[in-house]
């Protein structure tokens, strides 16, 4: 495969997950559109880096790094989403604004 063919890939991705994000009012929604979000920009991070230096397993070590802290990332936020909706019974983003900082 090319390396426009795995940058269109990314540039797929990580339009379906904006449009995701900025269009869904559940969390879980918009949580999964970030997810495709972050999905993108790795798999353009890891064609860049497989076709300029192939010879160098650095950048597939990186790549590897950055999808196991996405994971972690998005199991704690699901835990988080699944924790308030056990005990506030919301599931939609604008419904949980009283969690933020009440100073500003």
Do not use: C, H, K
């Not at 918009?30 to 798999?43: A, K, S």
């Not at 936020?77 to 900082?101: K, M, N, P, Y």
Request: glycine fraction near 6%.
């Amino acid at each position: 495969m090319i390396l426009e063919a795995y940058l269109l890939l990314a540039a797929a991705l990580f339009s379906v997950g904006l449009f995701g994000a900025l269009s869904q009012q559940s969390v879980v929604m918009v949580m999964m559109g970030l997810e495709l979000m972050i999905n993108g920009v790795i798999v353009a991070a890891a064609a860049l880096w497989f076709f300029v230096s192939p010879e160098r397993p650095d950048g597939q070590v990186l790549v590897l790094v950055a999808i196991t802290a996405m994971a972690v990332e998005m199991a704690v936020g699901f835990a988080v989403t699944t924790a308030i909706f056990r005990t506030r019974d919301i599931d939609v983003v604008d419904s949980a604004d009283d969690l933020g900082d009440r100073d500003r």
